[in-house]
T-cell receptor, first 117, second 115 residues
Framework: AQTVTQSQPEMSVQEAETVTLSCTYD???????LFWYKQPPSRQMILVIR??????QNATENRFSVNFQKAAKSFSLKISDSQLGDAAMYFC??????????????FGKGTHLIIQP | EAGVAQSPRYKIIEKRQSVAFWCNPI?????LYWYQQILGQGPKLLIQ????????DSQLPKDRFSAERLKGVDSTLKIQPAKLEDSAVYLC?????????????FGSGTRLTVV
């Protein structure tokens, strides 16, 4: 079974600084998708960024970018110019579609991001 | 567009009681998911519906959990009888197409406390 590991239970960064959240995963599949979700105290999971494994170019969404290292099975999230509104739990997630129509995501345990004003 | 609606937002019950959660997905979304998120962990898929049919319920504890999606729209997740370890946030999500194209849209969840 696929596993997703987030080794940083908590990270803290000064407002306007850059922070990188780590994620590693284990899979035997060659084609898959990786995601970062943000979960604020409201509990709603919000999609931050998505990466297709077959694409060599790292995905970017405004201040959010990823460093996808397929051989190392690493998928880190970089947040530039951190803002107070970025404070939340961040979850790394994996999906490969090998379940024959089943689209369940496999999530890591999350990283709690604190933004210091 | 309106988001994924869930109710209630909070629920406290005693062990061995029953409870039900309701989810209304985004209009037109054929796929609906229920996830369980225990404190300190990432969400875990319980069941996936495609319209009103079950695609995956391999991680649903079927001795106490049940779910239905009548007419392929709203869905209800039930626990009977509840155990202390069922305390968690129950998240509902929906998607228009398979996740490869659009990803999920999640609701704000129901926080269940079993005492």
């Amino acid at each position: 079974a696929q596993t997703v590991t987030q080794s940083q239970p908590e990270m803290s960064v000064q407002e306007a600084e850059t922070v990188t959240l780590s994620c590693t995963y284990d899979t035997s599949e060659s084609d898959y998708y990786l995601f970062w979700y943000k979960q604020p105290p409201s509990r709603q999971m919000i999609l931050v960024i998505r990466q297709e494994a077959y694409k060599q170019q790292n995905a970017t969404e405004n201040r959010f970018s990823v460093n996808f290292q397929k051989a190392a099975k690493s998928f880190s999230l970089k947040i530039s110019d951190s803002q107070l509104g970025d404070a939340a739990m961040y979850f790394c997630a994996y999906w490969d579609g090998a379940g024959g129509g089943a689209d369940g995501l496999t999530f890591g345990k999350g990283t709690h991001l604190i933004i210091q004003p | 567009e309106a988001g994924v609606a869930q109710s209630p937002r909070y629920k406290i019950i005693e062990k061995r009681q029953s409870v039900a959660f309701w989810c209304n997905p985004i209009s037109g979304h054929a796929t609906l998911y229920w996830y369980q998120q225990i404190l300190g962990q990432g969400p875990k898929l319980l069941i996936q519906f495609q319209n009103n049919g079950v695609v995956d319920d391999s991680q649903l504890p079927k001795d106490r959990f049940s779910a239905e999606r009548l007419k392929g729209v709203d869905s209800t997740l039930k626990i009977q009888p509840a155990k202390l370890e069922d305390s968690a946030v129950y998240l509902c999500a929906s998607s228009l197409n398979r996740i490869t194209n659009y990803g999920y849209t999640f609701g704000s969840g129901t926080r269940l406390t079993v005492v």
